[in-house]
T-cell receptor, first 116, second 116 residues
Framework: AQSVAQPEDQVNVAEGNPLTVKCTYSVSGNPYLFWYVQYPNRGLQFLLKYITGDNLVKGSYGFEAEFNKSQTSFHLKKPSALVSDSALYFCAVRPRLSGGYNKLIFGAGTRLAVHP | DTAVSQTPKYLVTQMGNDKSIKCEQNLGHDTMYWYKQDSKKFLKIMFSYNNKELIINETVPNRFSPKSPDKAHLNLHINSLELGDSAVYFC???????????????FGPGTRLTVL
């Protein structure tokens, strides 16, 4: 079965420190990969995506993610965390063989808490 | 301007009632989606419509019936509400095939449904 795993329910980081939110996937072929962020009582906001090309993808708010095909991972990173980055982060994949349909499979989410 | 809007934002109702949630997007997108986010924040696709045609139906009970009067609107009607239907429902849309960001989905703010 196709799935996305975010192994950490919560990640705690001190402000100014680098952060990593982990994501691995189990999808056949080379899927499209996404990160979304959800602030409290808000909808999901698109952060970044990997379709093809350079394995390091840069997105909104200083976030970046690295695609690692051999490890089937797409970890989200930021060099210096801000308190305002505290939110719920979702990794998602879209299988390329999805019949042309834009069907996203989401991970369970990781709550990022950045402490002053 | 709100790109993807949903009404109502909150909906509290009794078991057995019938209710509707409306979604509108002013982005000119062709494809719209409904997602359900449960109490554990797990997000799963329910339906997808492309140009008013149903293209994804993820084994959702028949009590849930999406309706797309035009490609800018996708409403969700729920019959005979059950306690387990309590969740946050998100609408999303994505650009037409062939556009650069066709794979990116844009989410509404969500509708929190509480069934008593």
């Amino acid at each position: 079965a196709q799935s996305v795993a975010q192994p950490e329910d919560q990640v705690n980081v001190a402000e100014g420190n680098p952060l990593t939110v982990k994501c691995t996937y189990s999808v056949s072929g080379n899927p499209y990969l996404f990160w979304y962020v959800q602030y409290p009582n808000r909808g999901l906001q698109f952060l970044l995506k990997y379709i093809t090309g350079d394995n390091l993808v840069k997105g909104s708010y200083g976030f970046e993610a690295e695609f690692n095909k051999s490890q089937t991972s797409f970890h989200l990173k930021k060099p210096s965390a801000l308190v305002s980055d505290s939110a719920l982060y979702f990794c998602a994949v879209r299988p390329r063989l999805s019949g042309g349909y834009n069907k996203l499979i989401f991970g369970a989410g990781t709550r990022l808490a950045v402490h002053p | 301007d709100t790109a993807v809007s949903q009404t109502p934002k909150y909906l509290v109702t009794q078991m057995g009632n019938d209710k509707s949630i409306k979604c509108e997007q002013n982005l000119g997108h062709d494809t719209m989606y409904w997602y359900k986010q449960d109490s554990k924040k797990f997000l799963k696709i329910m339906f997808s419509y492309n140009n008013k045609e149903l293209i994804i139906n993820e084994t959702v009970p028949n009590r849930f019936s999406p309706k797309s009067p035009d490609k800018a609107h996708l409403n969700l009607h729920i019959n005979s509400l059950e306690l387990g239907d309590s969740a946050v429902y998100f609408c999303a849309s994505s650009p037409p095939l062939g556009q650069v960001d066709t794979d990116t989905q844009y989410f509404g703010p969500g509708t929190r449904l509480t069934v008593l």
